[in-house]
């Protein structure tokens, strides 16, 4: 039997954690081990992580490492054939990992998928079927706010979210880059495209599995972008350059996409200057990091 891991990072997700945690611990599926990697909370959540005794093993950092360094530290603890990257917020029905590794059993070029994740306020409406990307590369969650119903056949997807993504190690080991899975100057947000895109290259495949159920919070998003918090936006902003430098391949497709993208980012940088221009201050970064971006894209592309 495929042996399968969990790995979570939690960074004060007391509210979340006991759900998440009681939630893996009822599935159908024999787990291996639950990981919990926490990024240094300042509430009840440690406590209650232990609490579920040998069960769990939880690593606390001193400091905040980031979704994409704490993950990285939690696969780095796990030899199974299957790695589960679940979110706190996330609540998992008992049959979520039979159905996905029972179909990735049988697909060895499928490298990941995700099943139906659906709103936990209003479980007929869907939060994610997998990651997607319009033509202006700008990735989305699929099916995102539509109704569950409509969403009940099984597809390959551009990529999974990594709210509950299941990866197949090989695939993990196979576009890691510097023995980084998930990219860490990302730190937080679209280091599940990232993945996704070099997973892409290098020939795996992403299915959405609607027959695995899950159930997401997502409570900050409630409010609309303002009330996601500037650290968020400035992060989830810098790595959608980051993310293109590093795997858009050359082509003569620039001859359409460079006009698109100039269109699309000169208006959401005008947006920016006049109603979010804390967000100006992630440009001199992401000049910084263009060469260290560079090296990486020759890595990725030339192996392709």
Not at 111 to 139: K, W, Y
Not at 176 to 200: I, L, P, T
């Amino acid at each position: 039997m495929s042996t399968v891991s969990v790995c979570i990072v939690t960074y004060n997700s007391a509210s979340d954690i006991k759900d998440c945690l009681q939630a893996v611990l009822k599935q159908s599926f024999p787990i291996t081990s639950i990981i919990v990697v926490d990024n240094a909370s300042s509430d009840e959540t440690c406590r209650i992580v232990h609490q579920f005794g040998e069960q769990v093993r939880l690593t606390a950092n001193k400091v905040n490492n980031g979704f994409a360094g704490g993950q990285n530290q939690a696969m780095a603890q796990t030899d199974s054939d299957y790695v589960i990257v679940l979110n706190p917020d996330v609540t998992l029905h008992p049959d979520y990992v039979s159905e996905i590794v029972g179909y990735m059993d049988q697909r060895p070029e499928v490298g990941s998928a995700t099943g139906q994740l659906v709103s936990a306020e209003q479980p007929d409406t869907m939060d994610s079927a997998g990651l997607a990307m319009r033509r202006n590369r700008q990735a989305y969650d699929l099916g995102a706010g539509e109704p569950a119903v409509a969403w009940q056949s099984e597809q390959e997807v551009f990529g999974v979210s990594g709210a509950a993504a299941v990866y197949r190690k090989t695939m993990m080991l196979d576009v890691s880059y510097d023995g980084q899975f998930f990219d860490e100057v990302f730190f937080a947000y679209k280091e599940d495209v990232d993945a996704a895109w070099r997973a892409q290259h290098f020939g795996w495949k992403a299915i959405y599995v609607p027959s695995a159920k899950a159930y997401h919070r997502r409570g900050w998003k409630k409010g609309g972008r303002r009330s996601i918090p500037l650290f968020v936006r400035r992060h989830s902003y810098q790595n959608r350059f980051f993310t293109l430098i590093k795997n858009e391949p050359a082509g003569w497709h620039w001859f359409w996409l460079l006009p698109l993208l100039l269109v699309s980012e000169l208006a959401k940088l005008g947006y920016i200057a006049v109603l979010e221009p804390g967000l100006l201050r992630c440009w001199p970064f992401i000049l910084r990091k263009f060469p260290h971006f560079l090296r990486k894209r020759r890595s990725i592309l030339g192996r392709k």
